[in-house]
């Protein structure tokens, strides 16, 4: 096995993943750039993007990522909008899409129609958050763009399976598809309620093990998704049910536990995201090599066609189902009230992405009887167009959309208040349980121990209080900014006075890894509670 393609296309997706950093494009448009012009460079192999591959082995793992990103609170509170767009929209988005291409394209079957319709219904998960935690979009707007994009692969994939078991003359049903439909998402609900319990339980008797739990932790979004795949129902959903769960309940794992697997999830979440939207990019020769029946100036046209079918399809949607339930007094007392902006912006935040390839890319190139699958090579091409156009067009114009709208970011200030009044409150419980515990005699510090305690403690109640007062006239900072400056600047001069030591041997290695890793956790807490 020629393992050289795999590494190049690992490292070049990760090194113009990294140059997006410092340019205003978002990374993925800049990576699917990359990978259009990339297919076309004499002596760079060809990447065919293998469903085999792509929906068991790397839509798991980031599912399991954004989930457990997301906030398990802020989704039940926003579940029937999210609901509306993950299901509804999705099924809306089949029929119409499907409908207008069978009408507009001809010899387009029907049921060939509606398989496209399905493949490029879901935007896409990692689109959506790469997107929305760039832009810095408001808190109800992302939860409810991260919900929809974490469950609607699977109303996808179901409607998918039913209409190509039409367009290969397999006799599907409305009535089938439907118990089709409530099997898949009933069965990967119950799937991961099922595993997420146990699974926590497990991670919190490994608490002696950070290494075998971190390895959990990454066997976990593969053994929900094939264990719900094994018995026909969705994988995708039980991925999510027991990330939402896991994330959910992450502060009782152990806390270097939490370290480790917060950067190794960080780091596989980078090289997955930048490698799938390269490869999106790199199927472009592929996708053309079966267009020969087809003219140039046709393909575009239907292309275009297709792209403002499925734009014009969320607008629909997305706007009755905003505003009509909110007929209801019982909605509007739940919900706040929802401007114009909101709906205008989750329209155009429809980019889709790796998943619709993959499926598409899933079509069998013949029925059961020996035929070809009817317009396979135009469904691929016009799937591709899709997902290209969604992510340059909206992707590029949704941070001007979101400027012209004004839409209101987050209040850093307010949530800074929010913070140093929760840790105020919680220092206040610590300084009281530490009142009680030194009542025992079995707890007796030395004066100076004691001093410590409370002086940590007191540092961390005083610390976001302080990012809201003055700032240094010098050099701008706020006095934590100063403290964690200084504090960096200690824990260098400790590290290169342990280095100088072993080099002079007068400690061993294995001496320096142990003072090097005391530094770096103290580092690490320190740089978690910047970036808060």
């Given at each position: ?5 795999l ?20 990374a993925p448009?800049?990576?699917?750039a990359?990978?259009?012009?990339a ?9 065919t993007?293998d469903p ?10 980031l599912?399991h ?12 509170a ?7 767009l ?6 809306f988005?089949?029929?119409a899409v499907?409908l ?7 010899d387009l079957p029907?049921t060939?129609a509606?398989?496209l319709?399905?493949?490029v219904?879901?935007?896409?998960a ?18 409810i763009?991260?919900?929809e ?15 190509l078991?039409?367009?290969v003359?397999?006799?599907a049903t409305?009535?089938g598809?439907?118990g ?6 009933l ?6 309620l099922?595993?997420?319990?146990p699974?926590?339980w497990l991670?919190?008797r490994?608490r002696?093990?950070?290494l ?7 066997l976990?979004?593969?053994?929900a ?8 129902a969705?994988?995708v959903?039980?991925?999510v049910?027991v ?6 309940r ?7 536990t939490r370290?480790?697997e ?10 997955l995201e930048?490698?799938?939207f390269?490869?999106?990019g790199?199927q472009?020769?592929v ?5 020969g ?5 046709q ?10 079918a499925?734009?014009?399809?969320r ?5 009755p189902?905003?505003?009509?339930p909110?007929?209801?007094?019982r ?5 706040p009230?929802?401007?114009?902006a909101a709906p205008l912006?989750?329209?155009w935040a ?5 998943v ?7 079509i069998?190139?013949t029925?059961?009887?020996g035929?070809?699958?009817?317009a ?17 067009v ?7 959309l ?14 800074t208040?929010a913070?140093?009044q929760?840790?105020n ?18 707890n007796?510090l030395?004066?100076?121990l004691?001093?410590?305690?409370r ?14 007062g003055?700032v240094?006239?010098v050099?701008g900072?706020?006095?934590?900014e ?13 590290r ?5 030591l072993r080099?002079?041997r007068?400690?061993?290695d294995e ?21 808060g």
């Amino acid at each position: 096995m020629d393992v050289m393609p795999l590494l190049l296309l690992v490292a070049g997706s990760a090194a113009v993943a990294a140059l997006a950093r410092r340019t205003p494009v978002p990374a993925p448009l800049l990576l699917v750039a990359a990978g259009l012009v990339a297919s076309y460079v004499p002596g760079v192999p060809d990447y065919t993007l293998d469903p085999h591959i792509v929906l068991p082995l790397v839509l798991p793992p980031l599912l399991h990522t954004a989930a457990l990103e997301s906030s398990y609170l802020d989704l039940r509170a926003n579940v029937r909008p999210v609901a509306m767009l993950s299901v509804g929209y999705v099924l809306f988005a089949t029929l119409a899409v499907g409908l207008l291409a069978h009408l507009a394209i001809p010899d387009l079957p029907l049921t060939a129609a509606l398989v496209l319709g399905a493949v490029v219904a879901p935007p896409d998960a990692v689109a959506a958050t790469a997107i929305a935690r760039r832009l810095g979009l408001p808190g109800r707007i992302t939860t409810i763009l991260q919900g929809e994009s974490l469950v609607n692969d699977a109303t996808a994939i179901t409607a998918y399976k039913v209409a190509l078991a039409a367009a290969v003359g397999a006799g599907a049903t409305w009535a089938g598809g439907a118990g089709e439909f409530a099997v898949a998402s009933l069965g990967g609900i119950g799937v991961g309620l099922v595993l997420m319990v146990p699974l926590h339980w497990l991670r919190r008797r490994l608490r002696a093990s950070p290494l075998l739990e971190n390895t959990l932790s990454l066997l976990i979004p593969f053994v929900a998704y094939a264990a719900a795949e094994q018995i026909g129902a969705s994988g995708v959903l039980a991925v999510v049910v027991v990330a939402l769960y896991l994330g959910h309940r992450s502060w009782q794992v152990d806390f270097e536990t939490r370290l480790q697997e917060a950067a190794v999830w960080r780091m596989v979440s980078f090289l997955l995201e930048s490698a799938v939207f390269a490869l999106i990019g790199l199927q472009l020769p592929v996708v053309l090599r079966g267009l020969g029946e087809f003219s140039g100036a046709q393909a575009a046209r239907y292309a275009g066609l297709v792209f403002a079918a499925v734009v014009v399809a969320r607008f629909v949607w997305v706007f009755p189902a905003t505003y009509l339930p909110r007929l209801s007094a019982r909605v509007r007392e739940r919900e706040p009230d929802v401007t114009v902006a909101a709906p205008l912006v989750v329209g155009w935040a429809g980019m889709r992405g790796v998943v619709s390839l993959a499926i598409a890319f899933s079509i069998p190139a013949t029925v059961p009887g020996g035929g070809p699958f009817p317009a396979r090579n135009l469904v691929l091409f016009l799937t591709f167009t899709t997902v290209i156009a969604t992510l340059v067009v909206q992707g590029l114009t949704l941070p001007p959309l979101i400027r012209a709208l004004k839409l209101p970011g987050r209040d850093a200030r307010a949530q800074t208040l929010a913070e140093a009044q929760a840790q105020n409150e919680a220092s206040r419980a610590a300084e009281e349980r530490l009142d009680a515990l030194l009542t025992d005699d079995r707890n007796t510090l030395p004066g100076p121990l004691e001093d410590r305690l409370r002086t940590v403690m007191e540092r961390r109640r005083n610390a976001v209080w302080e990012r809201l007062g003055t700032v240094n006239e010098v050099t701008g900072e706020s006095a934590d900014e100063t403290y964690r400056r200084l504090a960096g600047e200690m824990i260098d001069t400790e590290r290169r006075v342990f280095v100088r030591l072993r080099d002079t041997r007068r400690i061993d290695d294995e001496m320096l890894r142990t003072l090097l890793r005391r530094l770096d956790l103290e580092e690490a807490a320190a740089y978690r509670e910047e970036r808060g």
